[in-house]
């Protein structure tokens, strides 16, 4: 039992923590949180399933497909959605906005895919009585995915002349608009970057979660809750706090029943953020007069 | 300069019966054809129609926690699901083995929507719009999960029935009345709170919150309040909802309801409630009339939510406000008339002081204020000046309670004024405006000045809500002081403009009749004159001057040397958090280091 709620706690968590990326990536670039990141998570499921089972395609034709439609999806988001917005006087709008954009797609989703969940393929083919078969891929994918992401994030942002254009960006974008950084064309980058994170997450959990619309709502509010606590543009909080998330929730799952767990998260998440609105790891904000 | 004395006649509000008949005729005939609609004899179109009452009553509250205070509440769906199921539950006796009366049932479903929409909106007084959005959204889905889970109640996924209400309001058009009924009460107690100081409070705290504490407004309560009557409304709805279902599951309850409910707010516009009516009925009944689209509905609500914030962010009230768009006279002039200030401003007998002494404040290590001593006298205009980030404004608003300094004394007349309570300050009789106004755009200038008045209302949130006399005693008073602020202050003409068409230097006029609406002691002004012409300049520099006549103490931020110079009894310098002179006009114009670091020679 042991072995399964870390298993899947720890697969479970990975997810969590590359949607909490997500939202940070985005956020990092525009100070937006988006709607669609849990988007983002369910159609790398929907998708993957679309183009492998229905379709018969070739699953690394199918994954670069996905990451391909994530990247689409991540440019429409900040074009359609974000950049009409943020100019404007009233703060919140951009949250009306995603998410009217992450319905539509998950209603498209529903009426030409499927509103129940579906299963999906097998990626790799592996036999399970090799030594690479004691754990089960549909729970170390996940995990390989996220630790692929943080390591290349990291590589992207320490060694890359681009790489640190977007942190000065998501320090004082003022300043890096006066230095001459291209402030639109970087946030794009970052926005496509979020949507192969989103869709990368969505595809790699899919065995797991199956190819179901309902994820989006799910993964949206899990995603979040260890980027609300870990503090939000902090890549280190989201993955601690999507780690510990998934695992406090299989922990739960299979000692006192999910409903419990998922109110149990529930009230730790509001108690915490009423505690520390800044989150767990965050700092004060600023002045308003 | 020109005739000043007539007075411009840009807009005036509608007057007399007709009037009146005016703004209330689209509520007439929605009333009229709801109340014959029975005659039509049509259960089809009954059912829309109940379904839209009870979808309004829901609405209704949810608009003033949207439209009004602007908290996005996404998953208010949940409250209906709340009411639904306690009214169900306990209805059918699946609780406690007791059946209860129907009646009763629905109550206590509205009583359950009300403690969990207090609950849910807590996270609003502390968490940032899309934090809230999320917890709101993930209640939802935790309340239906718990449905279907907790099986003895809810009967999970197989669901339960719903109560039949029986005489007077019985299945068929006896229930169709008892919806319409709640669904007109709904509207007509939102109306009132809309209509109410509450109302404008609320509208403040959504587009400009520090104003709204400046003149008094407690946050907290009020949005308690405004989420616990959303909640209760949102139970009643749930309880006529299981009602009218007559059985109900989990799956009754979806998120798209959530976003129905939102879009018909958005749909009609913030901050009223004729137009969120519409929007709901609207949303309610088309995918009824338009078979095709039903598969679709959602898709479409979503689209239509997306072209309403990127296009007409205003809604269909927006659209509608024709007496807005009618254009200004062009070259106004403000005409302050100071000789009616001593019938705003009480009398006051005693004297009394603002002290503060060994004040200091760090940002990090920034030391904004470094120990600065000042004594803000009733009676006086007292000058702060100095070179840009030398303290000035800090200094302002430490006193105004938003800042609290790392050391240092703070005290009226002898007694600590507490830190960290920006709101309270109204309390103590001390004022302020702001450097860059901030106004209600959306709302007129009369109720943005009423706005600062706020504290004084005697009438209860019950009784605004029920329209009670005091209620209506606080209005014509608020109402008449606020007239004549802007008399005052020469903005008379403009009263029923909406704020946002007015020009920069007429907010920071309209800034300070909103702050004498608190008939001030002190009154703290930030950069009055910045962006004013040099008449106006004047002429504001005269109405600060008679203010401070009046027996207010009065303390001037400003960048206006000769302002300073013409109209203050005392300056005080700052240079770097720390006081470089203080003194009379003629000391510090002469003074050496002054003239040096800031004035020039």
């Given at each position: 039992?042991?072995?399964?709620?870390?298993?899947?706690?720890?697969?479970?968590?990975?997810?969590?923590?590359?949607?909490?990326?997500?939202?940070?990536?985005?956020?990092?670039?525009?100070?937006?949180?988006?709607?669609?990141?849990?988007?983002?998570?369910?159609?790398?499921?929907?998708?993957?399933?679309?183009?492998?089972?229905?379709?018969?395609?070739?699953?690394?034709?199918?994954?670069?497909?996905?990451?391909?439609?994530?990247?689409?999806?991540?440019?429409?988001?900040?074009?359609?959605?974000?950049?009409?917005?943020?100019?404007?006087?009233?703060?919140?709008?951009?949250?009306?906005?995603?998410?009217?954009?992450?319905?539509?797609?998950?209603?498209?989703?529903?009426?030409?895919?499927?509103?129940?969940?579906?299963?999906?393929?097998?990626?790799?083919?592996?036999?399970?009585?090799?030594?690479?078969?004691?754990?089960?891929?549909?729970?170390?994918?996940?995990?390989?995915?996220?630790?692929?992401?943080?390591?290349?994030?990291?590589?992207?942002?320490?060694?890359?002349?681009?790489?640190?254009?977007?942190?000065?960006?998501?320090?004082?974008?003022?300043?890096?608009?006066?230095?001459?950084?291209?402030?639109?064309?970087?946030?794009?980058?970052?926005?496509?970057?979020?949507?192969?994170?989103?869709?990368?997450?969505?595809?790699?959990?899919?065995?797991?979660?199956?190819?179901?619309?309902?994820?989006?709502?799910?993964?949206?509010?899990?995603?979040?809750?260890?980027?609300?606590?870990?503090?939000?543009?902090?890549?280190?909080?989201?993955?601690?706090?999507?780690?510990?998330?998934?695992?406090?929730?299989?922990?739960?799952?299979?000692?006192?029943?999910?409903?419990?767990?998922?109110?149990?998260?529930?009230?730790?998440?509001?108690?915490?953020?009423?505690?520390?609105?800044?989150?767990?790891?965050?700092?004060?904000?600023?002045?308003?007069? | 300069?020109?005739?000043?004395?007539?007075?411009?006649?840009?807009?005036?509000?509608?007057?007399?019966?007709?009037?009146k008949l005016e703004g209330k005729i689209s509520w007439i005939i929605l009333g009229l054809v709801g109340l014959?609609?029975?005659?039509?004899?049509?259960?089809?179109?009954?059912?829309?129609?109940?379904?839209?009452?009870?979808?309004?009553?829901?609405?209704?509250?949810?608009?003033?926690?949207?439209?009004?205070?602007?908290?996005?509440?996404?998953?208010?769906?949940?409250?209906?699901?709340?009411?639904?199921?306690?009214?169900?539950?306990?209805?059918?006796?699946?609780?406690?083995?007791?059946?209860?009366?129907?009646?009763?049932?629905?109550?206590?479903?509205?009583?359950?929507?009300?403690?969990?929409?207090?609950?849910?909106?807590?996270?609003?007084?502390?968490?940032?719009?899309?934090?809230?959005?999320?917890?709101?959204?993930?209640?939802?889905?935790?309340?239906?999960?718990?449905?279907?889970?907790?099986?003895?109640?809810?009967?999970?996924?197989?669901?339960?029935?719903?109560?039949?209400?029986?005489?007077?309001?019985?299945?068929?058009?006896?229930?169709?009345?008892?919806?319409?009924?709640?669904a007109a009460?709904?509207t007509w107690?939102t109306a009132?709170?809309?209509?109410?100081?509450?109302?404008?409070?609320?509208?403040?705290?959504?587009?400009?919150?520090?104003?709204?504490?400046?003149?008094?407004?407690?946050?907290?309560?009020?949005?308690?309040?405004?989420?616990?009557?959303?909640?209760?409304?949102?139970?009643?709805?749930?309880?006529?909802?299981?009602?009218?279902?007559?059985?109900?599951?989990?799956?009754?309850?979806?998120?798209?309801?959530?976003?129905?409910?939102?879009?018909?707010?958005?749909?009609?516009?913030?901050?009223s409630i004729l137009g969120?009516a519409l929007?709901?009925i609207?949303?309610?009944?088309?995918?009824?009339?338009?078979?095709?689209?039903?598969?679709?509905?959602?898709?479409?609500?979503?689209?239509?939510?997306?072209?309403?914030?990127?296009?007409?962010?205003?809604?269909?009230?927006?659209?509608?406000?024709?007496?807005?768009?009618?254009?200004?006279?062009?070259?106004?002039?403000?005409?302050?008339?100071?000789?009616?200030?001593?019938?705003?401003?009480?009398?006051?007998?005693?004297?009394?002081?603002?002290?503060?002494?060994?004040?200091?404040?760090?940002?990090?290590?920034?030391?904004?204020?470094?120990?600065?001593?000042?004594?803000?006298?009733?009676?006086?205009?007292?000058?702060?000046?100095?070179?840009?980030?030398?303290?000035?404004?800090?200094?302002?608003?430490?006193?105004?309670?938003?800042?609290?300094?790392?050391?240092?004394?703070?005290?009226?007349?002898?007694?600590?004024?507490?830190?960290?309570?920006?709101?309270?300050?109204?309390?103590?009789?001390?004022?302020?405006?702001?450097?860059?106004?901030?106004?209600?755009?959306?709302?007129?200038?009369?109720?943005?000045?009423?706005?600062?008045?706020?504290?004084?209302?005697?009438?209860?949130?019950?009784?605004?809500?029920?329209?009670?006399?005091?209620?209506?005693?606080?209005?014509?008073?608020?109402?008449?002081?606020?007239?004549?602020?802007?008399?005052?202050?020469?903005?008379?003409?403009?009263?029923?403009?909406?704020?946002?068409?007015?020009?920069?230097?007429?907010?920071?006029?309209?800034?300070?009749?909103?702050?004498?609406?608190?008939?001030?002691?002190?009154?703290?002004?930030?950069?009055?004159?910045?962006?004013?012409?040099?008449?106006?300049?004047?002429?504001?520099?005269?109405?600060?001057?008679?203010?401070?006549?009046?027996?207010?103490?009065?303390?001037?931020?400003?960048?206006?040397?000769?302002?300073?110079?013409?109209?203050?009894?005392?300056?005080?310098?700052?240079?770097?958090?720390?006081?470089?002179?203080?003194?009379?006009?003629?000391?510090?114009?002469?003074?050496?280091?002054?003239?040096?670091?800031?004035?020039?020679?």
């Amino acid at each position: 039992m042991l072995v399964s709620i870390v298993s899947y706690g720890l697969a479970v968590g990975a997810v969590y923590a590359l949607i909490g990326i997500t939202y940070n990536v985005m956020f990092s670039a525009s100070r937006v949180f988006s709607f669609t990141a849990g988007m983002l998570g369910m159609l790398g499921g929907v998708l993957g399933a679309l183009f492998i089972n229905t379709m018969g395609m070739n699953a690394v034709l199918a994954f670069v497909l996905v990451m391909a439609a994530g990247a689409v999806l991540g440019l429409v988001t900040e074009i359609l959605t974000v950049r009409p917005v943020l100019k404007s006087i009233e703060q919140h709008l951009y949250v009306l906005s995603t998410l009217a954009f992450a319905l539509m797609i998950q209603q498209v989703t529903a009426i030409e895919y499927n509103t129940e969940p579906q299963p999906f393929p097998v990626l790799l083919p592996i036999d399970p009585n090799s030594w690479l078969g004691i754990v089960d891929q549909k729970f170390w994918l996940p995990v390989l995915a996220c630790v692929v992401t943080i390591v290349g994030l990291e590589l992207l942002y320490r060694k890359t002349l681009i790489g640190r254009a977007f942190l000065a960006i998501a320090e004082d974008s003022y300043a890096a608009r006066a230095l001459g950084l291209p402030e639109t064309r970087l946030r794009m980058a970052s926005y496509a970057i979020a949507g192969v994170i989103g869709a990368l997450a969505g595809f790699t959990g899919a065995q797991m979660l199956l190819a179901f619309i309902g994820n989006q709502a799910i993964l949206n509010f899990y995603g979040f809750v260890p980027v609300a606590l870990g503090g939000m543009g902090s890549n280190r909080g989201a993955v601690i706090g999507g780690l510990a998330l998934g695992l406090f929730q299989q922990a739960a799952n299979f000692l006192v029943g999910g409903i419990f767990a998922s109110v149990a998260v529930f009230a730790v998440f509001i108690i915490v953020l009423l505690l520390r609105p800044e989150g767990l790891a965050g700092a004060a904000a600023a002045r308003r007069v | 300069m020109t005739d000043t004395a007539a007075p411009i006649s840009a807009t005036k509000a509608p007057t007399g019966l007709l009037g009146k008949l005016e703004g209330k005729i689209s509520w007439i005939i929605l009333g009229l054809v709801g109340l014959f609609l029975p005659l039509l004899d049509d259960n089809y179109i009954g059912v829309i129609a109940q379904r839209a009452y009870i979808y309004w009553v829901l609405s209704a509250g949810l608009n003033l926690v949207v439209g009004y205070a602007g908290q996005i509440a996404i998953g208010w769906v949940s409250m209906l699901t709340l009411g639904a199921y306690t009214t169900a539950a306990l209805a059918a006796g699946r609780v406690g083995g007791v059946e209860w009366h129907p009646y009763l049932a629905l109550i206590a479903g509205g009583a359950m929507g009300a403690v969990f929409g207090v609950i849910v909106g807590l996270p609003a007084l502390r968490l940032r719009t899309f934090y809230f959005a999320m917890t709101t959204l993930g209640f939802a889905t935790i309340v239906t999960q718990v449905a279907l889970a907790w099986k003895d109640v809810t009967g999970g996924g197989v669901g339960t029935p719903g109560p039949n209400f029986p005489w007077p309001f019985e299945p068929g058009w006896g229930f169709y009345y008892f919806c319409f009924i709640l669904a007109a009460l709904a509207t007509w107690i939102t109306a009132n709170i809309g209509a109410s100081r509450y109302g404008r409070a609320l509208v403040a705290i959504r587009d400009a919150e520090v104003a709204a504490e400046a003149s008094g407004i407690a946050k907290p309560k009020l949005l308690i309040l405004i989420f616990l009557l959303a909640g209760a409304m949102g139970g009643v709805a749930g309880g006529l909802f299981s009602s009218l279902q007559s059985y109900i599951t989990p799956d009754a309850f979806t998120f798209e309801m959530s976003v129905l409910f939102f879009i018909g707010i958005l749909i009609g516009g913030r901050g009223s409630i004729l137009g969120p009516a519409l929007g709901t009925i609207i949303l309610t009944a088309l995918p009824e009339f338009a078979a095709p689209l039903v598969q679709w509905s959602t898709f479409l609500y979503a689209a239509l939510l997306l072209v309403i914030v990127l296009v007409i962010p205003g809604g269909i009230a927006d659209l509608l406000d024709y007496k807005n768009r009618r254009p200004l006279e062009q070259h106004r002039e403000i005409v302050p008339r100071p000789e009616l200030l001593s019938r705003i401003l009480d009398s006051k007998s005693e004297l009394s002081t603002i002290a503060l002494s060994g004040i200091a404040l760090h940002f990090g290590g920034v030391r904004a204020i470094d120990g600065l001593d000042l004594e803000i006298r009733s009676g006086e205009v007292h000058g702060l000046i100095g070179p840009n980030g030398s303290g000035k404004t800090t200094t302002l608003n430490v006193i105004s309670g938003y800042y609290r300094p790392n050391a240092g004394q703070l005290k009226l007349n002898g007694a600590d004024l507490p830190f960290d309570k920006p709101y309270a300050r109204a309390g103590y009789r001390i004022a302020r405006t702001f450097q860059t106004p901030r106004l209600v755009g959306a709302a007129s200038v009369l109720e943005n000045v009423m706005i600062g008045g706020t504290i004084d209302g005697s009438g209860s949130f019950a009784e605004a809500m029920l329209s009670l006399p005091r209620h209506h005693r606080d209005e014509k008073r608020l109402k008449e002081s606020a007239a004549r602020a802007l008399a005052t202050v020469g903005l008379e003409s403009l009263a029923n403009v909406r704020a946002d068409r007015l020009q920069h230097s007429e907010l920071r006029f309209m800034e300070i009749a909103r702050a004498l609406m608190l008939r001030p002691a002190f009154l703290l002004l930030d950069e009055p004159a910045a962006g004013l012409s040099a008449e106006e300049i004047r002429r504001l520099g005269a109405l600060i001057k008679a203010i401070s006549r009046e027996g207010t103490g009065v303390l001037l931020v400003e960048h206006h040397a000769d302002l300073i110079f013409d109209i203050c009894d005392r300056v005080t310098v700052l240079n770097l958090g720390k006081m470089l002179a203080a003194g009379t006009p003629a000391e510090i114009r002469s003074h050496r280091e002054v003239v040096s670091a800031y004035l020039g020679a």
